[in-house]
Structure formats: C-alpha cells, structure tokens
C-alpha cells in the first residue's frame, strides 16, 4: 500500500477507536475523517465504513448510537470523496428502507452521475436493476435516467469491446495525423444531462439528442459529434437560449468566428484531430494565451489536455455549430496548401 494511503487509513482507524471508546464525539470523528481524507480517491477509507460493516446489525449497534449517526458519518465521506459507491450505495439503500423517497431517489441519481464518469458492468446492472422502482414515484424524471442509462451502457459496451492497448494505439495514430476513428462522447452526454436537468431541454429532446449523439459517435463524420451539432441538424428553434446558457454558466464568451483572422502559426499548434473530432480549434492568441475556439465549454478535460499539448495556457470561446464548421473547412484549405 503506498506511504500515503496507509497513512489515511491508519489515521483514520485511531479515529474510530478513540470514538468506540468514547474518547471523542461523532462530531470530531466526521471532521477528523474530512481532514485526513481530503483530496484523497476513492476507496480509501478503511473496512469499518465499507458497506458490508455498515450492513451487520450487531456490530452497528455495539458502535454507533443509533443508523442515524451511521449515515451521518457516510455522508460526511461524501464529502470528501462524493463518488464513492459504496457509500452512496449504502445512503440508497438507507433512504429506501426508511421511506425517505425523494432522497434515495437523489443517491441513485449521483451514482448514474458516477457511472457516466466511470462505470462498469456490475454498476449499470445494479443501476439497471433499480431504477424501475421509482417509475411511479417520479415518472419522468426515472424515464429520463433510465434513457441515459441506456446511452452510457451502449458507450461503455463499445468501449468495452475494444482492448486497452488498441485504444492507445489508435489514439496516438489519431493525435499525428488526425485519421477518422470512433468518436469519444461521454462530455458530450454528460453536457446533454446538464441542459435537461436544468431545463434547457425536454424529456423528449433530450432522448432525441442522446439516440444522435450515440448514432455519431458510430460515424465517419467529417465534424465533431456534439450537442450543438445535433441540435442545430435537428433545426432546434432555442438555439440562441442554449448558446446564452452555455456561455453564461461556464464563463466562457459567445463569438463569431467568421469575425477572426485565422493564425496559421497558431492553428498548426493542435493536431487537426482536435477539430475534426474533440470540437476545438485554435485560431489565435492573447498574449501568451492561446485561444480556442469549442463546442462544450463545460469540457475541462479537454483544454487540460489541449494546454499540455500547445505548451500554452489557454481562453476558451464557444462558437455555434455552422460557424465552427465554417472554421473546420479553413483549417482544411490551409492543411491542403501546406501539402
């Protein structure tokens, strides 16, 4: 076990026996366990937190004061480490058995949430398997997680299908020479829920969005596979409204980019795969920034990896599907001339 994991748990297992010997109080326990755990991963917390302690009656008892304090304590591990699921598991499964609906719906929610960042089989099936509990309770909304569900499972079983060391090999031929491959859409659904769940979108809207984006995503398309994308071949009449809720919430400026000059110094700092398909495109600088033009402002990971790439910090700005295509097509006359 590494120094500081082992640290972690040791600590926090002095924690738990000074709180079984009534040497500190549940309120010292939960914030000693939000120091030691903070800005660790998840699965760090040692065995006496794990479901299986939490599950044994005898045990509970002997420790804590009633299940009350033991869900208080799981959710101060969320605190700390908010997808961990076991812990939101156990608080589901708590909610459910004592009538508390609403929440344990919530829990099953965030761990959908977690499945869409990180899922394997064993967590869609259990999802899967419980979802449908709560088609009377809150009809649309279980409809709507179960359609997104579905998508993230068709994902992962493509993604499951192909082997890690092709990933990586296929990756690296795209990154030099910007081939045609399998488009990678998890932020692009993730950026799907966020508008439904907010409002931006209806059920039936965004069912529409996830069945295209997957279909897209399967595709030889000479554009990214993106929400706007999607919404703009489907001539959404509420373009303007969902372009002034993406740059408003992100912080990210709308812009034309028919307004800018292209740099070719500067489009030559990205492989051309990150245009045609991670919807980005550099065009120009600020100072030492670079900036880059995207389909999803809300994509962190993208311009981490688009920094590391160029060298250079970078001012992201979202552009509008036939504006950014636009943009492609220049890109690609300029690939051209330098051929």
Not at 59 to 73: F, G, H
Request: aromatic content about 8%; proline content about 2%.
């Amino acid at each position: 076990m590494p120094t500081r994991k082992k640290a972690v748990f040791q600590s926090l297992t002095v924690f738990r026996t000074a709180y079984e010997n009534g040497r500190v109080g549940r309120r010292f326990f939960g914030d000693a366990v939000r120091r030691t755990g903070r800005n660790e991963q998840s699965g760090l917390y040692p065995a006496f937190l794990t479901v299986d302690f939490l599950r044994e009656k005898k045990t509970m008892s002997e420790t804590y004061e009633n299940l009350a304090d033991s869900i208080a304590m799981l959710e101060q591990i969320l605190e700390v480490m908010p997808q961990d699921v076991d812990a939101l598991k156990t608080l589901y499964n708590a909610s459910l058995q004592s009538g508390q609906v609403d929440k344990a719906f919530d829990y099953l929610g965030r761990l959908v949430d977690v499945a869409a960042g990180n899922g394997d089989s064993e967590l869609f099936s259990y999802l899967q398997s419980e979802l449908p509990r709560f088609e009377e309770s809150h009809a649309s909304e279980a409809a709507a997680q179960q359609s997104r569900l579905k998508t993230l499972m068709g994902v992962h079983k493509i993604n499951e299908g192909i082997s890690r060391d092709r990933r990586a090999m296929a990756a690296e031929r795209e990154r030099s020479r910007g081939a045609a491959a399998e488009k990678d859409v998890t932020e692009e659904l993730t950026l799907a829920w966020r508008l439904y769940e907010e409002n931006q979108l209806s059920q039936d809207e965004y069912s529409a969005v996830l069945h295209d984006l997957t279909e897209n995503s399967q595709q030889d398309l000479e554009v990214p596979a993106s929400v706007l994308h999607v919404l703009s071949d489907r001539g959404f009449l509420n373009i303007s409204r969902i372009l002034a809720y993406m740059s408003e919430r992100s912080g990210t400026p709308f812009i034309k980019l028919t307004n800018f000059d292209f740099q070719e110094d500067v489009v030559d700092l990205l492989p051309m795969s990150y245009a045609v398909r991670d919807g980005a495109i550099a065009f120009g600088t600020i100072g030492d920034y670079l900036q880059v033009a995207v389909l999803n402002p809300f994509n962190g990971k993208l311009l981490d990896r688009i920094e590391k790439e160029s060298g250079r910090r970078c001012h992201s700005f979202l552009v509008e599907a036939a504006d950014y295509d636009h943009a492609l097509e220049k890109l690609r006359s300029f690939e051209k001339a330098a051929v």
